[in-house]
């Protein structure tokens, strides 16, 4: 019998480091895409400066370029398309930084929606204080709209409903496996700055824009001067049917 005891320690012991080594290498594996992004848009960077300098020295005109991004969904490209925004074109105006709100509030509730549906699936009990809280929550997340279509929905007393959920083992546990589940990337990331979130007067800041989960449907322009360039961005949806 003790035996079979610290055989059951030992398996339990397995599952967690394995569940703990496949967390990290999914975090490793996000860091090193998004390094990866930033060496290419650095890299994409320097060659367009050095063919606007051999341009202008031949006094060449101002030359149009297009850029179609392509790529399934939660590949990057608009988080790309963003980028550029904020480089090179003065970024976001505040009616467009409280569209983003709504965006973010939405995925801030649907993602401890999404959690909380999983820790149900690995049978991961909550603190008994936490369940009116969950059920307040799954009842929110049931409209994946919800802050879009009604912000007021998110107030501190929500933003606190999620910053005590996040702080409860069993949602630790269950976003510790979120390889088998879909997550958004950034979910942590605004679980932990949450009460933030909830303050009247928030805005979004610019590591927020570049996190937040934007479904892109259909085909959205900008564009970019930098002469004797002047580019024109197209940020296509990654659905299959848009593809």
């Not at 397995?14 to 490793?28: H, I, L, P, Y």
């Amino acid at each position: 019998e003790d035996r079979d005891t610290h055989s059951d320690e030992r398996a339990m012991g397995c599952n967690k480091s394995t569940a703990a080594g496949v967390a990290n290498a999914n975090d490793e594996r996000v860091e090193g895409r998004a390094q990866r992004a930033v060496s290419n848009v650095s890299q994409a960077t320097r060659e367009l400066r050095q063919a606007a300098e051999e341009a202008t020295r031949h006094g060449g005109k101002l030359t149009h370029t297009k850029l179609l991004m392509l790529g399934a969904g939660e590949t990057g490209k608009s988080t790309f398309y963003k980028q550029v925004r904020l480089l090179y074109s003065g970024g976001f105006k505040d009616d467009e930084r409280q569209r983003l709100k709504d965006v973010i509030f939405t995925n801030v509730i649907l993602n401890m929606y999404m959690l909380l549906g999983a820790a149900r699936l690995f049978h991961l009990a909550l603190q008994p204080d936490n369940v009116p809280r969950a059920e307040r929550m799954l009842r929110l997340g049931e409209n994946d709209q919800v802050c879009i279509d009604q912000p007021e929905l998110f107030t501190q007393d929500v933003a606190t409903d999620i910053a005590l959920l996040w702080a409860d083992e069993a949602i630790r546990h269950a976003h510790a496996r979120r390889n088998e589940f879909q997550l958004y990337d950034s979910a942590a990331y605004f679980f932990d700055g949450v009460q933030r979130l909830g303050a009247p007067d928030y805005m979004p800041t610019v590591e927020d824009i570049l996190r937040v989960r934007v479904k892109t449907s259909g085909i959205v322009e900008e564009t970019v001067e930098a002469a004797p360039f002047h580019h024109h961005l197209y940020d296509v949806g990654g659905q299959r049917p848009e593809r």
